[in-house]
């Protein structure tokens, strides 16, 4: 019989399987140095080390490039395994495979990142070519923890550099201990433009501008202003009254019978009252500078209402509508190639203060009585048609035609603020009023204009006030009334 194997002794290879054994052979125990008759002793167990493996440089990696190796925990038999706190070391504490370079960075001192700033190099801005946005970005990021770790280590925030431009002067205010707070609030002093002071009113006049305010198309806080502005630029637009006396071929009648047409043109247009009165003015002042034969006076007439129509209408009727009414007396071409010779010899000055401007000014005294403002506007209409009133202005004209329109309704006495708002006082206006009365105490010689103003939505107006003239003028001085504006002596 042979004899019989000696005891094998079960080695735990692996701690974490104590059921796998391996049997231990002679050979293997000669290999080991191991006595195989000696008693089984019971080996110490050691803590398991990371297997490593060595490169070719001697520099140790870890096994299978595992980087949680340094996370697992001893075990010991017959022990709960024992956890490590080994969680809180970072990755980069850890032995790893590869190890990238990088540069060592501290963040204590300041004076350094100072002055690397002063020396990094501006970036161009967009559409140079440059790339500068990540820099700038990395910047910003930093900013916070910058001035956290400043504050850590104690060091004094310091200023940063502000500039005030304000008028062309720029101030620099460094950060200096000694600095005041005025240097840093420095601003040019500007004389501040003085608080604009309110109208004053005589007395007995009421303020009617201030219910405006409200209302941003009433310019209530300029109206005195406005109007003082028209009254000084009236005198440049008058017109010579006298420039018949150089005119060979035209008379006060052929005027007369081409304003009365340019009515009837300016009622079929259905054209603002502003145009008609501009084109008439147009047309004198033309004349007082140029001699014009009769058989060009009525160019001159359509190419003044044309003018008139585009610089006062929104919607101006065309050349050709124009050329129409002419009954193609002229083309086109003569109209435009007219236009240029009128605006060259006015030197394009179309700056004619209206009467129907100081009309609504005055009716806003009279609390917009709508009948005597349209009594008011046939009476102005009479000093286009009658060259007499061409030596006043237009305020004045408004202010005498209101002044008759509220005598013939009788609405009561040219107050206070009657006079202010018009501009004039009752003696101011006698003149002109006495011309109205005359002119409607007369035969009509203007039927245009008269029919005009004999339709209902005028009121009647040119019925109304011809018959209160003809029983009222005896009573005002006016007692030759038979002969018509022809016939009187220039």
Same mark, same amino acid.
């Given at each position: 019989?042979?004899?019989?194997?000696?005891? *094998?002794?079960?080695?735990?290879?692996?701690?974490?399987?104590?059921?796998?054994?391996?049997?231990?052979?002679?050979?293997?125990?000669?290999?080991?140095?191991?006595?195989?008759?000696?008693?089984?002793?019971?080996?110490? !167990?050691?803590?398991?080390?990371?297997?490593?493996?060595?490169?070719?440089?001697?520099?140790?990696?870890?096994?299978?490039?595992?980087?949680?190796?340094?996370?697992?925990?001893?075990?010991?038999?017959?022990?709960?395994?024992?956890?490590?706190?080994?969680?809180?070391?970072?990755?980069?504490?850890?032995?790893?495979?590869?190890?990238?370079?990088?540069? +060592? *960075?501290?963040?204590?001192?300041?004076?350094?990142?100072?002055?690397?700033?002063?020396?990094? =190099?501006?970036?161009?801005?967009?559409?140079?070519?440059?790339?500068?946005?990540?820099?700038?970005?990395?910047?910003?990021?930093? $900013?916070?923890?910058? &001035?956290?770790? /400043?504050?850590?280590?104690?060091?004094? =925030?310091?200023?940063?550099?502000?500039?005030?431009?304000?008028?062309?002067?720029?101030?620099?205010?460094?950060?200096?201990?000694?600095?005041?707070?005025?240097? =840093? +609030?420095?601003?040019?002093?500007?004389?501040?433009?003085?608080? &604009?002071?309110?109208?004053?009113?005589?007395?007995?006049?009421?303020?009617?501008?201030?219910?405006?305010?409200?209302?941003?198309?009433?310019?209530?806080?300029?109206?005195?202003?406005?109007?003082? %502005?028209?009254?000084?630029?009236?005198?440049?637009?008058?017109?010579?009254?006298?420039?018949?006396?150089?005119?060979?071929?035209?008379?006060?009648?052929?005027?007369?019978?081409?304003?009365?047409?340019?009515?009837?043109?300016? $009622?079929?247009?259905?054209?603002?009252?502003? $145009?008609?009165?501009?084109?008439?003015?147009?047309?004198?002042?033309? !004349?007082?500078?140029?001699? =014009?034969?009769?058989?060009?006076? &009525?160019?001159?007439?359509?190419?003044?209402?044309?003018?008139?129509?585009?610089?006062?209408?929104?919607?101006?009727?065309?050349?050709?509508?124009?050329?129409?009414?002419?009954?193609?007396?002229?083309?086109?071409?003569?109209?435009?190639?007219?236009?240029?010779?009128?605006?060259?010899?006015?030197?394009?000055?179309?700056?004619?203060?209206?009467?129907?401007?100081?009309?609504?000014?005055?009716?806003?005294?009279?609390?917009?009585?709508?009948?005597?403002?349209? /009594?008011?506007?046939?009476?102005?209409?009479?000093?286009?048609?009658?060259?007499?009133?061409?030596?006043?202005?237009?305020?004045?004209?408004?202010?005498?035609?209101?002044?008759?329109?509220?005598?013939?309704?009788?609405?009561?006495?040219?107050?206070?603020?009657?006079? %202010?708002?018009?501009?004039? $006082?009752?003696?101011?206006?006698?003149?002109?009023?006495?011309?109205?009365?005359?002119?409607?105490?007369?035969?009509?010689?203007?039927?245009?204009?008269?029919?005009?103003?004999?339709?209902?939505?005028?009121?009647?107006?040119?019925?109304?006030?011809?018959?209160?003239?003809?029983?009222?003028?005896?009573? !005002?001085?006016?007692?030759?009334?038979?002969?018509?504006?022809?016939?009187?002596?220039?």
């Amino acid at each position: 019989m042979p004899p019989g194997r000696p005891a *094998t002794r079960r080695l735990v290879t692996n701690e974490n399987d104590e059921n796998s054994s391996t049997r231990m052979t002679r050979a293997k125990a000669a290999a080991l140095d191991v006595d195989v008759n000696a008693p089984p002793t019971k080996p110490t !167990l050691q803590s398991k080390k990371p297997a490593t493996t060595t490169a070719a440089n001697g520099r140790r990696r870890a096994a299978l490039g595992d980087v949680t190796n340094a996370g697992k925990v001893e075990v010991t038999e017959g022990k709960k395994a024992a956890t490590a706190k080994t969680g809180l070391v970072s990755k980069a504490a850890q032995p790893t495979g590869v190890q990238k370079p990088r540069a +060592t *960075t501290t963040r204590t001192a300041l004076a350094s990142k100072e002055a690397a700033k002063k020396t990094e =190099v501006k970036r161009a801005g967009s559409g140079s070519g440059a790339i500068g946005a990540s820099s700038t970005k990395r910047k910003v990021a930093t $900013t916070t923890v910058k &001035q956290d770790k /400043i504050a850590e280590e104690g060091e004094p =925030v310091r200023k940063k550099v502000h500039t005030l431009v304000e008028s062309e002067k720029v101030v620099e205010v460094a950060n200096d201990e000694n600095a005041k707070v005025d240097s =840093v +609030t420095e601003k040019v002093s500007q004389p501040e433009p003085a608080p &604009q002071e309110k109208h004053k009113y005589p007395p007995g006049v009421k303020d009617l501008d201030s219910e405006d305010l409200d209302d941003p198309l009433m310019a209530a806080e300029y109206a005195n202003e406005i109007f003082e %502005y028209l009254r000084d630029l009236e005198c440049e637009s008058v017109p010579n009254p006298e420039y018949m006396a150089h005119q060979d071929d035209l008379e006060w009648k052929t005027r007369g019978i081409l304003i009365d047409w340019l009515i009837e043109v300016h $009622t079929r247009f259905h054209l603002l009252p502003e $145009t008609l009165f501009l084109a008439i003015n147009i047309i004198d002042r033309f !004349l007082s500078e140029k001699v =014009v034969q009769l058989d060009r006076l &009525q160019l001159v007439g359509i190419t003044a209402m044309f003018i008139a129509s585009k610089y006062e209408e929104v919607l101006s009727p065309h050349v050709a509508n124009f050329v129409h009414v002419a009954d193609d007396g002229f083309s086109e071409q003569e109209i435009l190639s007219a236009e240029r010779f009128v605006l060259s010899t006015l030197d394009f000055n179309l700056s004619y203060p209206n009467p129907m401007n100081f009309l609504r000014r005055i009716s806003k005294a009279d609390n917009y009585d709508i009948q005597s403002r349209t /009594i008011g506007k046939y009476l102005m209409e009479i000093s286009l048609v009658d060259h007499r009133f061409m030596a006043y202005r237009s305020s004045h004209i408004a202010a005498a035609a209101m002044y008759l329109s509220r005598m013939i309704l009788d609405r009561g006495p040219w107050d206070e603020t009657l006079s %202010y708002y018009a501009g004039y $006082t009752e003696e101011e206006i006698e003149p002109v009023f006495l011309l109205m009365v005359d002119y409607l105490a007369r035969p009509v010689i203007h039927e245009a204009f008269y029919k005009k103003y004999a339709s209902k939505k005028f009121l009647k107006a040119s019925l109304l006030t011809r018959q209160w003239a003809k029983r009222c003028a005896p009573e !005002l001085g006016i007692t030759d009334t038979k002969l018509s504006l022809d016939e009187l002596e220039p």
